[in-house]
């Protein structure tokens, strides 16, 4: 569990081994890739259509869960649409904004460019996962007394960003928050706020 | 009093938590999704398009294009429509990435999927790329309800005094075009029973939007309820109905099923609109004092092919300064682009570019500091009109900005200050937004168990208007914050004004205020005609809120509780009514908000790369209504234009005029890491000629003048005046 976390860059084995692991099943099963593929569009066709759907049991904010899902279901989609959590959001779609950020085993990951089927067994926790019962984690009070948000759409990705982040490094400076929160984009713009509310969440002020 | 307090958002608990609903978290059972394809070409006619294979892809229900979709009833009005032609009504291609089919499947996937097996035979025209392609055809725009403003405005003779004066200054000036870039994508689910509509859209207004919506599909108002609570940022791109939001219900009526559409992150770029790139030319003429004997501010913009759409750079020109004689004008020429939008602060950012940076250049020629510049300039009274203006106090910005960020420190020659390899440079600019009212509505409910509760179909953006508004309510009825709830979001609903052009403040604000106090007559009339209260008999004048109830203003002791009050009287709810007018043209004071900008930049001499490593801007917005929302507003709004100032450049491709960076990945807005200290000033002073409550809206202001101010510490820094944005380290190599 330790190990997991200090990896750096956070979990990219493990997210390869996953990939292989997801890639090999979908070539067993006809190859997805080439039937969503424009150009090659009669063979594709006359090629075996994709499995509709995959298994896939995986524990969510402390519960275990267990889906069918399309395989080209990333991450993001399972849990918005099949788990039917609002938390993590779809900014982009692309792995751009953060917005979708949500933690895999205590490492922060982006839910959006990765397929759901892929996480056979793993931790998630979204922001959802994050309060204790009524209590809010640190990072959302510090959020909540710092306003760090405004229209709030990229504010669950922030916060599990920035726990992530804490966990990686509990005593982070002013410069270094800037720099590993700047994979959270906020086009409201309450960076000064956000960096303020991850500062006072790390010395323990809120 | 909670008015002004730093009183956390009263939604922050949803908000951080993930509880929170925007459009696209709201489940309607047997939901089907549909995806939209754009155009590949930027010009032309679809000749053909198949869709057979897409059709018979697993889970596809329709395919909807040009050829087999229903009719429109009619084309609603422009400009809160969007564009001007209807989604799929002819073969017609105006730009890269409008609409030509619409996929509906089972799931998103499977749409996204049957979308990729669509085959599209184009005919090809050659498109106008670029503004620069089309400067030679602008023209003044016809008046079709998209022409904001009048394109032309004259005061003395511009010329003659132009040539008569000893000091000028003639330059060209280019802002690039900027994309709204919110987070959220826009998201719009429509469903059908019988001919009435349900519709959840990401849109800033619920009540401008519903009947532009009722107009298209030909059903009465009343029966198309519109929802939407909170908006994922908006900036503008929200205050319009794009294409997506009538192929929503359009795709629902053909598959008669519940249809989502949420845009993907290209069409957010694409399918909402931007900031339109400008060029525009400033002539100054002033006399050896500073003084301004002349100024001609002309700006041409880019537009659709459909629609004609001003960015209105000069509009504000004429109210900011004390000059005589003055001509501005707005021109737009036509390229094969989408149609732009406002966008945060619409033409009064772009404008202010090109006024503040030529004031600068005015200053430096004649050698003058560019505050004094300002000051010397100062328009005591609206110029337009002459009347006063009501609660201007931008002397005062001008004096506790500069004294904050030590201005009088700054050595006026250019390249003086370094610090090692770094250059570094202080510039100021100043801003000016004409405020803008609506009519509206609202009511506030006061209820026997001591809460209220208000009702107005306001949509909350992150201005923090739930929090501000339920402020208004609690002061005005002597409720703690906490006891106030809001009903939003919801066309059901009173109409609220629309959350964009910075009138949630001032006009819905003012009708929750109104509402409150119709409230609480309600209440004190119930209280002095009942027997039993022991405000019986009392002067209705000289009963007041206090602390959940009500009391008597000289004798605190006399008073009861609401909740006593309405228990008593078998009452379950008081209502209030709140109506807001807006003054209008006739008003006897001209209302703006004002701020003014000083800025830090540092650059590096062999990388130069501008950072802004300290800003300090201080706004006249009259009443400040809760300090912790209102300067993270103010902040935002800073930083989103340090962004166009910086880095942030929809550029068009020069052959084909397709963007070329229609994604977050290549369009780049500022991150957490660009931004260096940012420090607000609020200069109060309660307005209330603008309206009940003394307060004006903050929203754009906070966005106008940043560009320039930034761009005229580059000049101080480095002797380099570069005129056109952004200001990346080509332009300073
Ligand atoms: S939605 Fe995943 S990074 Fe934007
Ligand atoms: S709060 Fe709106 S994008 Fe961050």
Redesign the interface.
């Given at each position: 569990m330790d190990e997991t976390t200090r990896e750096s860059p956070p979990s990219r084995r493990a997210f390869l081994s996953r990939s292989l692991t997801a890639g090999a099943g979908l070539a067993a099963l006809g190859g997805t890739g080439t039937a969503t593929a424009a150009a090659p569009a009669v063979a594709a066709a006359a090629a075996v259509d994709p499995p509709e759907t995959l298994p896939v049991s995986l524990t969510v904010n402390g519960r275990r869960r267990t889906l069918r899902t399309d395989p080209r279901t990333s991450l993001l989609d399972a849990l918005r649409e099949d788990l039917g959590l609002t938390g993590p959001k779809k900014g982009c779609n692309q792995g751009a904004c953060g917005a979708c950020t949500v933690l895999l085993d205590g490492t922060r990951i982006l839910s959006c460019i990765t397929f759901a089927v892929m996480f056979e067994g793993a931790e998630i926790t979204t922001v959802e996962g994050l309060a204790d019962g009524d209590r809010l984690h640190p990072v959302q009070r510090a959020f909540v007394e710092h306003d760090g948000f405004q229209c709030g759409f990229c504010t669950s990705g922030q916060i599990t960003s920035a726990v992530g982040l804490l966990a990686e490094n509990p005593r982070p400076s002013t410069a270094e928050i800037k720099e590993l929160m700047s994979g959270n984009l906020c086009r409201c713009a309450a960076y000064p706020n956000i960096v303020a509310a991850v500062e006072s969440a790390a010395e323990g002020r809120s | 009093m909670a008015i002004g307090k730093a009183i956390?958002?009263v939604?922050?608990?949803?908000?951080?938590?993930?509880?929170?609903?925007?459009t696209?978290?709201v489940?309607v059972a047997e939901t089907a999704h549909a995806v939209l394809l754009g155009s590949a070409i930027s010009a032309g006619r679809v000749r053909g398009i198949d869709t057979r294979?897409a059709e018979r892809a697993?889970g596809v229900l329709a395919v909807i294009t040009h050829l087999n979709r229903p009719d429109f009833a009619a084309v609603p009005p422009t400009p809160y429509t969007a564009e001007g032609r209807m989604p799929l009504v002819d073969d017609r291609i105006h730009y890269a990435g409008q609409y030509i089919a619409v996929v509906v499947a089972e799931?998103?996937?499977?749409a996204e999927?049957a979308a990729?097996?669509v085959?599209v035979d184009y005919h090809r025209t050659s498109p106008v790329p670029t503004l620069d392609a089309a400067l030679s055809q602008a023209y003044i725009p016809r008046e079709n309800g998209l022409a904001r403003v009048p394109s032309e405005y004259r005061r003395g003779n511009a010329e003659a005094a132009l040539a008569a004066a000893p000091v000028r200054v003639e330059e060209e000036y280019r802002t690039a075009a900027l994309s709204?870039?919110?987070?959220?994508?826009s998201s719009t689910l429509a469903y059908w029973e019988g001919d009435r509509l349900t519709i959840y859209d990401s849109t800033q207004s619920v009540h401008m939007h519903r009947p532009l919506v009722a107009i298209a599909f030909g059903v009465p108002e009343d029966r198309v309820r519109m929802y939407c609570s909170?908006?994922?940022?908006?900036?503008g791109n929200k205050s319009y109905s794009w294409p997506h939001v009538f192929l929503a219900p359009m795709a629902a009526r053909v598959v008669r099923r519940p249809v989502r559409v949420?845009i993907?992150?290209k069409q957010v770029f694409t399918g909402t609109g931007h900031m339109a790139a400008t060029v525009q030319t400033v002539r100054l003429g002033a006399d050896q004092d500073g003084r301004l004997r002349a100024l001609i501010h002309d700006s041409v913009n880019q537009t659709s092919f459909i629609d004609d759409r001003q960015e209105t750079a000069s509009a504000i020109t004429p109210y900011v300064y004390a000059v005589p004689d003055l001509y501005a004008r707005i021109r737009v020429t036509k390229v094969n682009t989408g149609t732009g939008g406002a966008m945060r602060t619409p033409g009064d950012s772009a404008g202010a570019f090109a006024l503040e940076s030529a004031l600068d250049e005015l200053a430096h020629r004649l050698g003058m500091d560019p505050l004094e510049l300002r000051r010397r300039n100062h328009a005591d009274v609206d110029p337009v009109s002459g009347r006063p203006w009501s609660g201007k106090q931008l002397l005062a910005c001008y004096d506790q900005a500069a004294e904050r960020f030590g201005w009088d420190r700054r050595n006026p020659e250019p390249g003086s200050a370094r610090d090692g390899d770094d250059l570094i440079g202080y510039g100021m600019a100043g801003g000016q937004r004409t405020e803008h009212q609506r009519p509206a509505q609202a009511t506030v409910d006061l209820t026997d168990d001591g809460t209220a509760v208000i009702r107005s179909s306001m949509v909350?953006?992150?201005?923090?208007g739930l929090t501000t508004l339920s402020q208004i309510a609690a002061d005005g009825l002597g409720l703690p914050t906490a006891a106030v709830t809001f009903q939003h979001g919801d066309s059901a609903l009173p109409a609220a004004a629309p959350t964009f052009g910075s009138m949630t403040s001032g006009s819905t604000g003012s009708a929750v205020k109104l509402a409150a106090a119709d409230a609480l007559r309600a209440a004190i009339d119930l209280a002095v005609g009942d027997r039993r209260s022991p405000l019986h008999g009392a002067d209705p004048d000289d009963v007041v809120a206090h602390e959940g109830g009500l009391r008597l203003r000289d004798r605190p002791g006399d008073g009861e509780s609401y909740r006593a009050l309405l228990r008593r009287n078998r009452i379950n709810t008081l209502r209030g009514d709140g109506d807001f007018q807006p003054e209008g043209e006739d008003a006897e004071h001209a209302m703006a908000t004002f701020g003014v900008h000083f800025t830090e930049v540092r650059i590096n001499r062999y990388l130069p790369r501008v950072r802004v490593v300290r800003h300090v801007a201080a706004f006249s917005i009259g009443r400040v209504l809760n300090a912790?929302?209102a300067?993270?507003?103010a902040?935002?709004?800073?930083?989103?234009r340090l962004g166009a100032a910086l880095m942030e450049n929809q550029r068009p491709d020069p052959v084909s005029g397709r963007f070329i960076s229609p994604?977050?990945?290549d369009y780049h807005?500022?991150?957490?890491?660009?931004?260096g200290e940012?420090d607000v000033i609020f200069v109060e002073e309660p307005d209330t000629n603008a309206n009940p409550l003394g307060a004006r809206g903050l929203g754009e202001i906070c966005a106008v003048g940043i560009c320039a101010s930034v761009a005229n510490a580059v000049h101080h820094a480095t002797g380099k005046r570069v005129r056109s944005l952004p200001i990346t380290p080509d332009k300073l190599l």
């Open positions: - | 956390s958002r939604e922050a608990g949803d908000k951080v938590t993930g509880a929170a609903r925007y696209e978290d489940r294979r697993p799931t998103r996937e499977q999927h990729t097996l085959v709204h870039a919110p987070i959220e994508p909170l908006v994922g940022g908006g900036f949420t993907s992150r909350e953006i992150g201005g923090g912790k929302t300067r993270n507003q902040q935002g709004g800073i930083i989103m994604a977050l990945t807005v500022p991150v957490n890491a660009d931004i940012i």
